[in-house]
């Protein structure tokens, strides 16, 4: 590979690739808000986590700090399986908030879009 054009032209593939990997790690990486109709859990606000999570602990102290620990219920993975799996929870930290009809939007990921939506 000795050829200019050849170097060239693989660096101009890996370019390109390393432009569409980062293109979908960033679509990720923005936390989406998905409704959900009928969440079955009371009024307030929920915090989806688990053990293996290596980002729900800053996102614990950031509720902790916005909200106060007695202002949100934790669910695990490991102890609350059934719940996670009902509301289709795929991803965690997942913040949902629950209106007083049932019906709550879900944030995946740091909940900065949720504060937003949801302070005064």
């Known amino acids: 590979m000795n050829d200019p054009a050849a170097r060239l032209l693989l660096v101009a593939v890996a370019l390109v690739v390393a432009l569409v990997v980062a293109g979908i790690l960033r679509r990720r990486a923005i936390a989406p808000k998905r409704v959900l109709r009928n ?6 606000t929920y915090f989806f986590t688990s053990s293996a999570c290596i980002d729900c602990g800053p996102v614990r102290s950031l509720l902790d700090n916005r909200l106060g620990p007695d202002r ?49």
Do not use: H, R
């Open 39 to 44: 969440t079955g859990l009371a009024p307030g």
């Open 72 to 120: 949100y219920v934790e669910f695990t993975w490991e102890a609350d399986q059934k719940i996670l799996e009902s509301l289709k929870i795929d991803v965690v930290p997942a913040t949902l908030v629950v209106n007083a009809d049932g019906s709550g939007t879900l944030w995946a990921g740091a909940p900065d879009a949720m504060f937003s939506a949801v302070d005064p």
